[in-house]
T-cell receptor
Framework: QKEVEQNSGPLSVPEGAIASLNCTYS??????FFWYRQYSGKSPELIMS????GDKEDGRFTAQLNKASQYVSLLIRDSQPSDSATYLC???????????FGKGTMLLVSP | DAGITQSPRHKVTETGTPVTLRCHQT?????MYWYRQDPGHGLRLIHY???????DKGEVSDGYSVSRSKTEDFLLTLESATSSQTSVYFC??????????????FGQGTRLTVV
């Protein structure tokens, strides 16, 4: 059974701070990793994908991958109240691009 | 929205009745998926399709069937709905196909309540 673990939170940070979200996965053969943002009552929205070890930056978002430690993280710099949402970590499983999701971490950014 | 439309968006049905949810895409993507999302469980894969008439089971497929008779439509059927199938159902498509550098995009979701 492939597993993806996330701290459920909530993670509370003040506006302007760096939010750090973490994820671990069990399948050492996984190759593709994703972060989705989901606002309450809405569908998941892809914000970052990462495929190789190291950092990947896109605007205020940085994804970090360490395959040896089976660890993925998402950093959100200069956090804004509009970043308040649940962040889902997803790991690609089979050759048919199916995803295994963590249960999500709720982020609350206070003004 | 990646050209994905789910219908209906909301449905209330009675226990024991059949229910079909539809996912329609406009961009001829080969891979399509049905997930359900429940509090405390996150998103879980029900079934997926890798082509017309090519489907396979996911993690929580019991009580569900799917069909894909044309590229653009992927149907999820609950043959006899139960209260445990009350959930939010999301359809997704995968851009890029097999292997590396694929990304999944989700439809708006269908909120199903079985009473």
């Amino acid at each position: 059974q492939k597993e993806v673990e996330q701290n459920s939170g909530p993670l509370s940070v003040p506006e302007g701070a760096i939010a750090s979200l973490n994820c671990t996965y069990s399948d050492r053969g996984s190759q593709s990793f994703f972060w989705y943002r989901q606002y309450s009552g809405k569908s998941p929205e892809l914000i970052m994908s990462i495929y190789s070890n190291g950092d990947k930056e896109d605007g205020r978002f940085t994804a970090q991958l360490n395959k040896a430690s089976q660890y993925v993280s998402l950093l959100i710099r200069d956090s804004q109240p509009s970043d308040s949402a649940t962040y889902l970590c997803a790991v690609e499983g089979s050759g048919y691009s199916t995803l295994t999701f963590g249960k999500g971490t709720m982020l609350l950014v206070s003004p | 929205d990646a050209g994905i439309t789910q219908s209906p968006r909301h449905k209330v049905t009675e226990t024991g009745t059949p229910v079909t949810l539809r996912c329609h895409q406009t961009e001829n993507h080969r891979y399509m998926y049905w997930y359900r999302q429940d509090p405390g469980h996150g998103l879980r894969l029900i079934h997926y399709s890798y082509g017309v008439k090519d489907t396979d089971k996911g993690e929580v497929s019991d009580g569900y069937s799917v069909s894909r008779s044309k590229t653009e439509d992927f149907l999820l059927t609950l043959e006899s709905a139960t209260s445990s199938q009350t959930s939010v159902y999301f359809c997704a498509i995968s851009v890029g196909g097999e292997g590396m550098n694929t990304e999944a995009f989700f439809g708006q979701g269908t909120r199903l309540t079985v009473v």
